[in-house]
């Protein structure tokens, strides 16, 4: 080969070099913070007795990620908007490897919780950021489907690799490393992501930030997750989750008024949220994250409750569902260049939800073999199938200034589906299982509750064909 060739070539090694580097740097953020999701609760136990936590307290693990996850995704797919990708991605890292570290290290109940508040600030970030980095390095053509379809894989394998890993952890090494394990996974992308990826031009900022609206819409958003998770210790009819809900409702109904006749940069530009494939593909979007948090949280207890297994081997047979999601995906990936998107999300949704409806046949008698693994698979796959057209739908033809918002919007929707759908089909499971705690009564509600979830996909699907089949790209 002549000095000349292998200069020409270069030009166009480089580009495909640093786009794998990115999906690579992309992905493992998105395992981390799905991993983050679920790894803490099989330690929850561990983590009561380590710190001395009560049992009120000790729900606040997992409530203090949520709620800051939750309520400041808007506000982190904004600053990426307005402060660039690369820029945001890494301050949101940094943040999250070390709230990681410093929730490893606590001694005190409030050290842990003020850790993961932390990190999900940091995850606030850093996952809008991701995304809409995924988005401009792939923006059309097979790659944008093979890159979309390695997210939505480790998105999902993440969340359920983490009860293997969480339950791994806390039983041989002590319940400490479940906050430890997500400290390299962020130093590894935080350095993919400083060497590898090209800061694009600082963005053209116009007009002054609209201050008002993000302080409207965090508070909002904040208050509506807060109001769910804490479901478990007030009822949906109780006067402190009404007022909560009623609070977020009006904080929100200001947000979009504020956003209608401000004269600085909008936080989201209504256009966006009015568009009918950004909306139908965020309703998707919130369901399916509903369906997928409750149902995991169902099946870990009727793993541990009804048939009595242990965490460690809870978390080995989670390994199915994880394997389906990756088929799944890979299948997405074979298809996506043939089907359209909406189509993946039809068939997809049907597939998960006729697995969750398989699941809503455990019983307290029953077997990993008789009564998980076959759903697990089912389920898994059809999941698979979905989240990487949802991705993909949700930013396609999005102007490239409004990529993080887009990103933001997606993230905020499956966040608060999740604890919708846990605080929802959990109340609902409770009251089927009633007051007694036997393995038959548990397995009843736990039932209705994947029963549930199958009636959630099965929404979602029909969506996807009412909605978003007459419809193109996002304007």
């Known amino acids: 080969m002549t000095s000349i060739e292998s ?39 561990k983590i009561a007795a380590g710190l001395g936590f009560g049992e009120v307290g000790l729900t606040w693990v997992i409530h203090a990620y949520a709620l800051t996850f939750g309520g400041l995704l808007l506000l982190g797919g904004k600053a ?6 690369k820029r945001t991605l890494l301050t949101g890292l940094g943040l999250f490897g070390v709230a990681s570290l410093a929730g490893g290290f606590a001694q005190e109940p409030g050290h842990l919780v003020a850790a993961r508040a932390a ?64 400290a390299p996974m962020a130093a590894v992308a935080f350095s993919m992501v400083w060497r590898g990826v090209t800061a694009e031009p600082p963005p053209s900022r116009g007009r002054r930030p609209d201050v008002l609206g993000a302080v409207l819409a965090t508070a909002g958003m904040t208050l509506l997750v807060f109001g769910v998770v804490r479901t478990d210790q007030y009822s949906w009819t109780s006067p402190v989750t009404l007022a909560t809900l009623a609070a977020a409702a009006a904080l929100l109904a200001a947000f979009l008024q504020v956003e209608r006749t401000t004269t600085r940069e909008p936080l989201v530009r209504l256009g966006l949220l009015a568009n009918r494939a950004v909306a139908g593909v965020n309703a998707c979007n919130l369901l399916v994250g509903a369906a997928m948090a409750a149902s995991f949280y169902f099946i870990s207890l009727y793993l541990q409750r009804v048939l009595g297994t242990g965490p460690a081997l809870t978390g080995v047979m989670f390994l199915p569902l994880a394997l389906g999601v990756v088929a799944g995906s890979v299948v997405a990936i074979k298809l996506g260049y043939r089907l359209a998107p909406w189509k993946l999300l039809v068939v997809g949704g049907l597939l998960t939800a006729a697995g969750f ?21 089912v389920a898994s796959i059809g999941f698979g199938l979905c989240l990487g057209p949802l991705v993909s739908l949700a930013t396609a033809g999005v102007a490239a200034h409004e990529t993080g918002t887009a990103s933001g919007l997606l993230a905020s929707s499956r966040q608060i589906g999740a604890s919708l759908g846990l605080a929802a089909l959990g109340t609902a499971a409770h009251h089927r299982s009633g007051s007694a705690r036997t393995p038959e009564a548990l397995n009843d509600g736990y039932a209705l509750g994947l029963a549930l979830s199958a009636v959630l996909l099965a929404a979602a699907a029909l969506i996807a064909l009412t909605v978003l089949r007459r419809t193109d790209a996002p304007e």
């Open 7 to 45: 200069a020409s070539r270069r030009p166009a090694a480089a580009p495909a070099a640093r786009a794998a580097l990115t999906l690579t740097a992309v992905a493992v953020v998105q395992f981390m913070v799905s991993l983050d999701l679920s790894v803490v609760n099989v330690g929850l136990p």
């Open 80 to 85: 990426t908007d307005r402060y660039g990708r």
């Open 119 to 182: 990190q999900g600030i940091g995850a606030a970030a850093a996952a809008p950021a991701a995304l809409a980095l995924l988005t401009a390095t792939f923006p059309e053509g097979r790659a944008r489907v093979r890159a979309f379809g390695i997210w939505s894989a480790m998105n999902a394998a993440g969340a359920a690799l983490g009860v293997l890993i969480g339950g791994v952890l806390t039983q041989y090494a002590g319940w400490r490393w479940v906050m430890f394990v997500s």
């Open 357 to 377: 409806g398989w699941f809503g046949l455990i019983s307290a008698d029953g077997s990993f073999a008789a009564d998980v693994l076959g759903p697990s698979i």
